[in-house]
């Protein structure tokens, strides 16, 4: 039997394949997006060791990120290559910086208050959210695989954190859940102009503009702006604005043009993996076998999406 063909005389079996390729590809990009991100809680700790403000670390943040990304746009301007602008999907992009920028100064403020461990993983519960509102914007349906992950996702996040040793206290509690309500709203957002006519670069640039602007106005109505003290806080700024900034959203935004919002929070969520890696590697942490079994259970979850057409 012959195989089926459409009218540009393409095979649909071949399409079926390079339409897998692409998904493939953009759940590897938001994977190492997750990979970059896992070193945030590092770098910005150690930024605020040297003495800085947790609202000037995030301008500065974004700032360079938004320096880095502006690297890749001008060449393309100079060289005569079209860049495709919408002057409103640029608008949204600005404002869900916003949400981005609320995401990150609320995750700050609850780690600070009720400890880094319940934080993160009320954080991480953001995949819970974009399914929520998934199923009440958009009408999507929640299948019962899709609530199996989420709940082997959310299990092995509990104990990767192990116990939480600080008292939990209500408003670092609210900070937490804000914070995950952005960032959700951040990622539909996102997926919403990230089709493949907007060059993610721009969307990129937008998001970090909107963000630096917003934590510049605080950080001086705080009066709580400063410049980097030594060569160390300029290094982990460096590190900060460019490997956990600025290429994450360049990942993450190109990976939202080939798959959805649900899928790519998902695999994200290898976030909290890399930062325990970290904390053992470069701060002689301690591991227990719980988080080992908790760790399994996220990247089981997140290699277990791939085989989901729904999601």
């Known amino acids: 039997m012959q195989s089926t063909h459409i009218s540009n005389g393409e095979n649909i079996d071949d399409i079926a394949v390079s ?3 692409k998904i493939l590809q953009a759940s590897f990009l938001v994977a190492l997006s997750a990979i970059l991100y896992g070193f945030l809680g590092y770098c910005g700790t150690s930024i605020i060791v040297e003495n800085m403000s947790i609202t000037t670390m995030l301008f500065w943040r974004f700032l360079i990120a938004s320096l880095w990304i502006l690297l890749f746009i001008l060449p393309q301007t100079r060289n005569g290559k079209a860049i495709n602008i919408d ?8 404002i869900l910086g ?3 920028a609320g995401s990150s100064g609320f995750y700050f403020l609850a780690a600070r208050t009720t400890g880094t461990g319940l934080a993160m993983v009320i954080f991480f519960s953001y995949p819970i959210m974009i399914a929520l509102l998934s199923w009440m914007i958009h009408k999507e349906k929640l ?5 199996a992950v989420l709940i082997a996702m959310s299990i092995g996040l509990v104990l990767l954190h192990g116990s939480f040793q600080q008292p939990w206290h209500l408003v670092g509690i609210g900070f937490a859940l804000l914070s995950a309500i952005s ?32 934590f510049l106005i605080t950080s001086l109505a705080t009066q709580s702006f400063s410049l ?7 290094i982990f700024l460096l590190s900060l604005g460019i490997l956990v900034t600025a290429l994450p959203i360049q990942l993450m935004l190109q990976g939202l043009k080939y798959i959805s919002s649900m899928r790519a929070s998902i ?16 701060l002689q942490e301690s591991v227990t076998h719980l988080q080992i079994l908790g760790a399994l259970m996220i990247m089981g979850s997140a290699i277990l999406v791939q085989f989901h057409k729904e999601l």
């Open 183 to 214: 960032y959700a709203i951040y990622i539909m957002g996102s997926k919403r102009f990230s089709f493949a006519a907007i060059n993610s670069n721009l969307l990129s640039l937008m998001v970090c503009i909107g963000c630096t602007v917003i």
């Open 98 to 100: 916003a949400a981005y």
């Open 267 to 282: 695999i994200s969520v290898l976030e909290p993996i890399v930062t325990v890696i970290v904390g053992i590697v470069l």
């Open 19 to 21: 339409n897998r390729h």
């Open 143 to 147: 299948t019962l695989s899709t609530f």
């Open 87 to 94: 002057k409103n999907v640029l608008f949204f992009m600005f």
């Open 228 to 234: 980097p003290s030594s060569m160390k806080s300029v």
